[in-house]
Nanobody, 118 residues
């Protein structure tokens, strides 16, 4: 069973920083594109950032310039560095692995809570 293991969420004050980590098994990392999504109650899950197997990042407009997604091939881990956090960044953040031609095409982590509050 494929598991994406997330860590790094927590409570942070506005303007602060957090780094989320997601470790994937070898059968996934380097084959699937990786990404982070977030969800608040009552709303759809939304894209935060993705990174292709070639290392090309993509960001939601709402986080561009404040977040950096990166991968460590030696550790099978993808990171999301979040800076200048705002209260509206509060959400459950989910790690995602995506491969259009695979079945299933998506795997999800269990989610990690990020709360930005003073």
């Amino acid at each position: 069973q494929v598991q994406l293991v997330e860590s790094g969420g927590g409570l942070v004050q506005p303007g602060g920083s957090l780094r989320l980590s997601c470790t994937a098994p070898s059968v996934i990392f380097g084959i699937y594109d990786m990404g982070w999504y977030r969800q608040v109650p009552g709303k759809q899950r939304e894209l935060v950032a993705t990174i292709t197997t070639e290392g090309t990042p993509r960001y939601a407009i709402s986080v561009k310039g404040r977040c950096t997604i990166s991968g460590d091939n030696a550790k099978n881990t993808v990171y999301l560095q979040m800076n200048s956090l705002k209260p509206e960044d509060t959400a459950v953040y989910y790690c995602n692995a995506h491969h259009l031609l695979s079945i299933p095409s998506d795997y999800w982590g269990q989610g990690t809570q990020v709360t930005v509050s003073s």
